[in-house]
């Protein structure tokens, strides 16, 4: 995934030339400004939420079958969509992506990653079950015990931090809500 | 601010006029695909980031001089910018409508508003000073004891739940992040 997005070329009001400027109206950062129709067009960071559906000591991950790090382990994340809350994007996509029937539960880690433009929201989902039904964009899901993760294989500096707190709070008898930031 | 953004017309790289359908690659939602660059455009929701300023057993209150909601009493928020964390979007926030001088603490709330496609992130801040300098989107700037904040006149619900979290938690002696969801 490239930092940020691609520029904006063309207004997305009336599909004229933008212009990257400070508008004037008491803002104070570029954003692409229509010269014909005077759209301002925001660009703001991204939100992904998924969750660490766990079975017993054990934890779920998934195999990627997409780019970016493909083949790399992740937990089951994706972006989140317009009309729903974060725990709910988090359980679609753990539906999606590893096909596993969980039962949510609490906000167990709030991760910003500026140098992409995201924020990272990851979910405890205890499993109802230990079959898996993963969806075209994973190539396998499977249980592993806190000695058996791939840390080498970790997809994403935020999947690997949530997992780390994931340990962490179990091996104190207590989950709590981490606020992190990774470059 | 009305539910979600307008309906994107055009292609923001090329500037034909898009139609609104589920793409190929396995997607599930109608996108504005561009049917002369094959640009697919997602919409996603957007984080509002912000502060509890308190000092002593009082809380910063700004009064809105925009809309929506102008004349009404809300906490200094505002929508998060690429290349910045939450936590520093708060911060920035906090200067810019209050002109405060804060020392930042921990995440306080962590609120979903899917009808409008919003995530709201509130930290915990200590002010340093009784002295605020707000800036044009402010009329006014002032503490409040939790017996005098105007409760019929706060500008948005995820403010009310998020000064309702403060309190209870001051009382109890113990702050946590809350997760909620409001409609």
């Known amino acids: 995934m490239p930092p940020f997005r691609t520029p904006i070329k063309h207004c997305r009001n009336c599909g004229a030339s933008v212009a990257y400027r400070v508008p004037d109206d008491g803002d104070t950062r ?56 974060t725990a709910e994007g988090a359980a679609r996509e753990t539906d999606e992506e590893a096909g596993a029937d969980v039962q949510m539960e609490d906000l167990l880690t ?16 205890r499993l109802l079950s230990d079959r898996f039904d993963p969806g075209h964009e994973t190539i396998e899901a499977k249980l592993f015990a806190e000695d058996e993760i791939p840390w080498e294989e970790i997809a994403f500096k935020t999947v690997r931090e949530t997992l780390l707190c994931y340990f962490e709070d179990r091996r104190r008898g207590h989950f709590g809500v981490h606020n992190l930031v990774v470059s």
């Open 30 to 85: 570029e954003r692409a400004v229509c010269p014909a129709c005077g759209t301002i067009h925001y660009e703001n960071p991204l939100n992904v939420v998924g969750t660490v559906p766990y079975l017993g000591d054990k934890v779920l991950l998934c195999k990627r079958n997409i780019e970016p790090r493909w083949g790399k382990w992740t937990l089951p994340a994706g972006f989140m969509e317009l009309g729903e809350s």
């Open 110 to 125: 709030v991760i910003s990653v500026p140098r992409v433009g995201q924020v990272h929201l990851y979910y405890r989902a």
